[in-house]
């Protein structure tokens, strides 16, 4: 991807619903690591994309990797010896106040703890200098989902928080998504996923623009000023979109909205 086509799509709405879209039709770890490489790569330099989830008080926390680094491959790494460094990394978000933050994580193979600290994985965290963390927290069930994009080198760039934070309501579906049930709680078939889809005319096209900028994490006073409409209207247009959708919240709908395109 070009650095011109990189500041498009930091730039333009519509181009970055594109790609997250392109996201969130993965269907495997081969797809979702080649998107990270090809088209999210200049937004968000990573080396390691670590997702774990779970109770991390009890120390109940699965994990997910995606990565081309030896010996970091999920089948590969014991969660235990994993713990210290997902406990850090969790730490560094929540004392953000639970927003996106970049962290240094020098000497990440001594957090992997034990006598592996010279396997390839050891190796390979070891040279690990910087990480962009958010995550979520499910205040019903305790239960807490942290993303981690680790790169060798020290800083990811100033935008690279941001990008994460809107990157990662798409990386999260395309996880649940794929075969790993561990990473689908509700183990929903096929057919109910296709239950869920609705015609992608659903929205009308003021609609389909507020949709965009809310999946770019803007507020509806902001979606205002830049539409040039009122907060009020925006509101209404919210309440509209929410009743055709059949959601409660913007999550759902952007997560909806996403399962229409991916399904069309």
């Not at 790494?77 to 850090?88: A, D, E, G, Q, V």
């Amino acid at each position: 991807m070009s650095a011109a086509t990189c500041t498009d799509l930091a730039t333009d709405p519509a181009a970055f619903l594109h790609v997250a879209t392109r996201g969130a039709a993965l269907a495997t770890h081969a797809d979702l690591w080649r998107w990270l490489r090809d088209d999210v790569q200049c937004l968000l330099p990573h080396e390691l994309l670590l997702v774990a989830w779970g109770d991390f008080d009890k120390g109940e926390v699965q994990v997910d990797l995606v990565s081309s680094l030896p010996g970091l491959r999920t089948h590969e790494c014991r969660t235990p010896r994993l713990m210290p460094l997902l406990n850090y990394l969790r730490d560094c978000w929540t004392a953000a106040q639970h927003s996106a933050c970049q962290v240094e994580v020098h000497g990440g193979g001594e957090l992997f703890i034990g006598s592996g600290h010279d396997s390839a994985a050891g190796q390979a965290l070891a040279s690990m200098r910087s990480a962009v963390v958010h995550g979520t927290r499910d205040a019903r069930t305790g239960c807490e989902r942290i993303f981690a994009a680790l790169s060798s080198q020290s800083q990811a760039g100033e935008g690279a928080p941001a990008t994460l934070r809107l990157l990662m309501p798409f990386i999260d579906l395309s996880l649940r998504a794929m075969s790993t049930p561990a990473l689908r709680p509700n183990r929903l078939e096929r057919g109910e996923i296709d239950h869920l889809v609705g015609p992608l005319g659903t929205l009308s096209e003021r609609e389909r623009q507020i949709m965009v900028w809310v999946a770019m994490g803007k507020t509806n006073p902001e979606i205002g000023c830049i539409l040039r409409i009122s907060e009020f209207t925006v509101k209404n247009h919210m309440k509209s979109i929410f009743t055709k959708l059949d959601v409660t919240n913007r999550a759902q709908a952007v997560a909806k909205l996403t399962r229409m395109a991916t399904y069309a």
